[in-house]
Each structure stands twice: as C-alpha cells, then as structure tokens.
C-alpha cells in the first residue's frame, strides 16, 4: 500500500478498464485534489495492479462530537481475477488500519449492497430521488396568487412568490465566497442534526474542483423580499443577489442554502439544503433549480435531508436508492460518541467475523455525556447482570451487524430501548469521492 507514482498510475489504468463511466476530466481531478493525500490498497499479479480501493480521509461531524472516517472508493478488480479473495485481503487491510487509527467507522457508495454485506457492512443511509421534466411550478393558494399578481403583475421571476412577499431566487456560488458558504453550511447541518463531513473553505475549493469534473458547480438560494428582477443578470455575476432586490426592498437578499449540479449524461443537483423547513420555499427552490436547467431537462434532483417536505410533491413522486454502507472499525471510538439519558452499563458480547478487536467480551459504559467500552479477559456469564444507577440490566449479545443496526437506528434493541440510549444522527454523506 502506498502513494508513490508507480500506484496512482496503475490504479487509473485500473480505473479507466473497470469505470468506463468516469470521463478523463473526472479523473484528472480525483488525481490531483484526491490521489494526492488519500491511500490506495493494490494487489499485484506478476508486478502488475489487478485489483484496488481507495481510503479517502474526511472529518465528520456526529452532533457536538468530530471523528475521522474513510470514504472507501474505486473499489475494484479485473475481470480475469475476480472470485480470487482479491478484494477481501485489501478489505480486511483497510479495517486493520482504520481500526488502528482511531476511526470509528468506513463507509462506501454501493455498486450492490450483496458485495459488501458480507463484510459487515449495512445500508443506513437511502438517498431520495426526484426527475422533473418540466418547469416545477408550485401550488398556490388563491391568496397567495392574488398577492403575487399584485406585488408584481405579469412579471416573470425566478421562483414565484408563496410566502407573504419572500421569493426564493438561486444563482452560481462565487469562488471568492467559499469561506461564507462553509461558515452558513456547517451551521445549518449542525442545527439539522445530521453527522456530515465537516465544512470548512479547504472542503468547499475541493468541491468546487469536483464539480467542475462533472461539468456542474455549486448553487446558491437567496430569500429575497418584494419585487425581484432577473432578467439580464447573469448567472455567475457575483453580485447577481443584490441585483435581484430592486424597487421592492432595501433589505439584502438572505443566503438560504446551497445545491450542488453536474451535467454529464442528464441534468443532476443533489444535497439541495435550506436553512428553512417551510415547505413551499422548497417549492420555490426546485423551480429556480428547474429553471436554471430548463434547456438539459429533465433533471435529477436528490439527497434532499431526511424529512423535507416540498409542497406540490407527495412521498409517491420519490424513488430511493442505497447511498451510504457503514462498517464499524473501532468499536471502543464508537463507543465514545454514544449518550444516554440516563448512566447505563452492561456487558456486550460481540461477534465479528473480520476485526479480532471488535469480537469478544466488553464492559459498556454510558452517560449523557459519552461512552466508554473496555474488554473483559474472560466471559462474565457467571454474572447474570451488571448494575448500573437505577437498576440492573442483563447481558447483551449481538453481531457486529446488528450492533450497527441500533447504533445507526435502522432498527431497535430492547436493552438500548429501555437504557434510553440514543441512536447516533442520521448519516447525510452525498460526497461523489
């Protein structure tokens, strides 16, 4: 395993052979802003790279509490050396030094979940979809329209009024203004409760490299009150907010949130958050994002934060697919990120297959204030229970998957029920590598 430049060029080689998709745009990005500080597992056939993954570092944010987590990609093998425990061994060296360095968890964008189950892995994350073909228009009420008619009649504008005299209009993110973004962007998805690859400008002048690759970029939302005017601004003019706030208000457009956009084989925005849960100004988002689109129709929107709701779309318009698969690495890092209402302890008998230093016998400790996991030399089944604060509470046995399973909140553990610990956020990683 290295980074030296015999590695990166076969695992592009590798890369163009096995993801035909990925166009050299793409990766000559991912060589220069990616390859150039990630970790590259390689498998060798008469000195020769067949088989591959990358480790790709991020920051992540789980509620007041930061870790290191790895972004496994370009996970892949040619097809003459397939079904020759290739993969496994890079797999199993992965967890081996993720689980060495602190991080609590890897996590990977499916081709197909059957791949990756059997290592432990579980889906927690389902990203929604939603292809519109046309101009999104949102519904009005009969008030709303005769207020639109009479705040700016016969006007058209980029993002109709449906909030009292608020419009939401979206323009192309400036270079200069990746600091605020980042700022506004943490802030909103730390206050949405989500664990999220921490935001901060370096993070933002990747993405913006990235998005380029796929001949996208990063969209803005403003709210702006009274009479907007659009027409002649151009998207990329920096100064494109302020123009929009002519005659009506004196009031500087507010920034809403953010998307980003690629444009290679169909029209795509994703991550399309607003610092509002108001349903009818996400209405008005997707119809400045339908608008910005309106000559690559139809356009793929997705990975709208868990519970938004847009009026005029009901659940029925979505599709899901399987976006985020997490595999515990360290379990005792884990451990510390939990809470509980109220202190909890409890011996936990853990079977895993692939990390010897996950499997076994533990002593988990629980408050409102973190976790604490220690392993026990020896089976404690002679202790039918362990006491804790209010009481006591029995062994608990589980696999490594079904631990995930509570701890991410895909499913519930009567012990964890009755302890009243809390299942880590809601994972929102819509990061394309």
């Keep these: 395993m290295g980074n030296d430049e015999k590695v990166k060029r076969e695992s592009r080689a590798l890369w163009e052979a096995v993801f035909k998709e990925d166009t050299q745009q793409f990766l000559d990005y991912y060589d220069a802003y990616v390859a150039d500080h990630n970790k590259i597992y390689v498998d060798e056939d008469n000195g020769?790279?067949?088989?591959?993954?990358?480790?790709?570092?991020?920051?992540?944010?789980?509620?007041?509490?930061h870790a290191n987590a790895s972004y496994i990609v370009a996970v892949a093998t040619r097809e003459e050396c397939r079904h020759q425990g290739r993969m496994k061994r890079l797999l199993l060296e992965a967890f081996a030094d993720s689980f060495r360095e602190g991080e609590p968890f890897?996590?990977?964008?499916?081709?197909?979940?059957?791949?990756?189950?059997?290592?432990?892995?579980?889906?927690?994350?389902?990203?929604?979809?939603?292809t519109l073909g046309s101009i999104f228009?949102?519904?009005?009420?009969?008030?709303e329209m005769r207020a639109a008619e009479i705040a700016e009649p016969g006007a058209a504008t980029y993002g109709r009024t449906t909030c009292g005299s608020i419009r939401v209009i979206c323009r192309r993110a400036m270079y200069s203004r990746l600091a605020e973004?980042?700022?506004?962007?943490?802030?909103?998805?730390?206050?949405?409760?989500?664990?999220?690859?921490?935001?901060?400008?370096?993070?933002?002048?990747?993405?913006?490299?990235?998005?380029?690759?796929?001949?996208?970029?990063?969209?803005?939302?403003?709210?702006?009150?009274?009479?907007?005017?659009?027409?002649?601004?151009?998207?990329?003019?920096?100064?494109?907010?302020?123009?929009?706030?002519?005659?009506?208000?004196?009031?500087?457009?507010?920034l809403l949130g953010w998307c980003f956009t690629g444009l290679e084989d169909a029209a795509e925005a994703w991550e399309l958050v607003l610092d509002t849960e108001d349903p009818s100004l996400y209405a008005q988002a997707l119809r400045a994002v339908t608008e910005y689109f309106r000559e690559e129709l139809p356009v793929k929107v997705s990975g709208l934060l868990p519970g938004t709701a847009i009026a005029g779309i009901s659940n029925r318009e979505y599709s899901w697919r399987p976006m985020t698969m997490v595999r515990i690495t360290n379990l005792s890092a884990l451990a510390e990120r939990l809470c509980a209402k109220a202190p909890f302890a409890c011996n936990l008998h853990i079977r895993d297959e692939w990390i010897p230093q996950n499997d076994g016998w533990f002593y988990l400790q629980v408050a409102g204030d973190g976790g604490r996991l220690s392993r026990l030399e020896e089976s404690p089944l002679s202790a039918v229970t362990v006491q804790r604060h209010s009481g006591a509470c029995t062994c608990v046995e589980m696999t490594i998957e079904e631990l995930t399973d509570v701890l991410f909140g895909i499913r519930c553990h009567p012990a964890w029920e009755a302890a009243q610990i809390k299942p880590l956020p809601p994972l929102y990683f819509n990061e394309l590598v």
């Excluded at 228009?137 to 008030?143: F, G, H, I, K, L």
């Excluded at 990235?210 to 151009?234: M, R, S, W």
């Design 181 to 254: 973004l980042a700022d506004f962007s943490e802030r909103v998805l730390s206050e949405k409760g989500v664990v999220h690859t921490k935001r901060d400008a370096a993070y933002y002048k990747r993405i913006w490299k990235e998005q380029e690759a796929v001949n996208g970029g990063i969209l803005l939302f403003y709210a702006a009150e009274g009479k907007t005017e659009t027409d002649g601004v151009e998207a990329g003019d920096e100064n494109a907010a302020k123009k929009c706030c002519r005659q009506g208000s004196d009031r500087k457009p507010r």
């Design 106 to 130: 890897v996590y990977l964008m499916p081709a197909s979940e059957k791949i990756y189950l059997p290592f432990g892995f579980r889906t927690v994350y389902y990203q929604n979809i939603l």
């Design 137 to 143: 228009n949102p519904v009005q009420t009969a008030a």
């Design 48 to 65: 020769k790279t067949v088989a591959m993954l990358h480790r790709n570092p991020y920051q992540i944010c789980m509620g007041d509490m």
